[in-house]
């Protein structure tokens, strides 16, 4: 980001041709925003301590949950998904390239243990 903490989500795509690219945009307190790029990758097992929200801004892709008997949720451009903390979860399917905005941030219970000094 420049000074102005101007910047743009599209712009200064790394290549994820080989791997997923993850870049934190904002950590700040207990949220974090991550940019994610992936290119046809797929992840393993998800089981998180803090919720996250999800949005592919552009492709597709396909998260499936295993404790759910195999439900799969597919996401196209503009769709976004909130997974509560310890939802397993799995990316199976992306498309190349599929660009993500992830928010992670405490649950509920945890925010209720924050102590602010």
């Not at 989500?9 to 790029?37: G, K, W, Y």
């Not at 492709?59 to 439900?71: L, Q, R």
Request: with cysteine; aromatic share 10%; hydrophobic share 35%.
């Amino acid at each position: 980001m420049d000074k102005n903490n101007l910047s743009n989500i599209f712009q200064n795509l790394p290549d994820a041709s080989r791997f997923e690219h993850e870049e934190d945009l904002l950590n700040r307190d207990s949220v974090r925003i991550t940019r994610i790029l992936s290119q046809g990758q797929t992840s393993e097992i998800y089981e998180q301590e803090e919720d996250e929200w999800v949005m592919v801004l552009v492709g597709e892709a396909e998260i499936t949950f295993p404790d759910e008997h195999n439900h799969t949720v597919a996401l196209r451009c503009g769709d976004f998904l909130f997974l509560e903390a310890g939802r397993r979860h799995q990316v199976t399917r992306t498309s190349d390239p599929c660009l993500w905005l992830c928010v992670f941030f405490p649950t509920d219970e945890a925010a209720l243990n924050y102590d602010v000094e």
